[in-house]
């Protein structure tokens, strides 16, 4: 069994900075992990932001946040970030963590925003930018 709980959301104005975080509870190892961030803002699909395996520091990232957001994870705490800057008005959704026991790590970067390729799903946290 695999939980994750979001945190970190809220409201900042543009260009202003917010650092998500993902608590992963599981009785499986954290370390072989593919762990994505996701947004969707109202009326639009679920879209991927950011994507990293917990075995190793290789990263992936949506072009609209490269640059701007930076995904992390700190093992010993089994805990997944997303450090979010430079924000804008387009970055306002509401921000989900997904998690699998990663089948294949070395194409992970094929698919990592294919959200139905993902087995556990936390339960979002909100995220508005806004003057």
């Known amino acids: 069994h695999v939980q994750l709980v979001e945190s970190g959301g809220g409201s900042v104005q543009p260009g202003g900075s917010l650092k998500l975080s993902c608590t992963v509870s599981?009785?499986?190892?954290?370390?072989?992990?593919?762990m994505g961030w996701f947004r969707q803002a109202p009326g639009k699909e679920r879209e991927g932001v950011a994507a990293?395996?917990?075995?190793?520091?290789?990263?992936y990232y949506a072009d609209s946040v490269r640059g701007r957001f930076t995904i992390s994870r700190d093992n010993a705490k089994n805990t997944l970030y997303l450090q979010m800057n430079s924000l804008k008005p387009e970055d306002t959704a509401m921000y989900y963590c997904a998690a699998l026991n990663c089948p294949n790590p070395a194409r992970y970067g094929r698919w990592w925003s294919e959200k139905h390729r993902y087995s556990y799903w936390g339960q979002g946290t909100q995220v508005t930018v806004s003057s």
């Open positions: 599981t009785t499986y190892t954290y370390k072989n992990y593919c």
């Open positions: 990293i395996y917990t075995g190793s520091d290789i990263t």
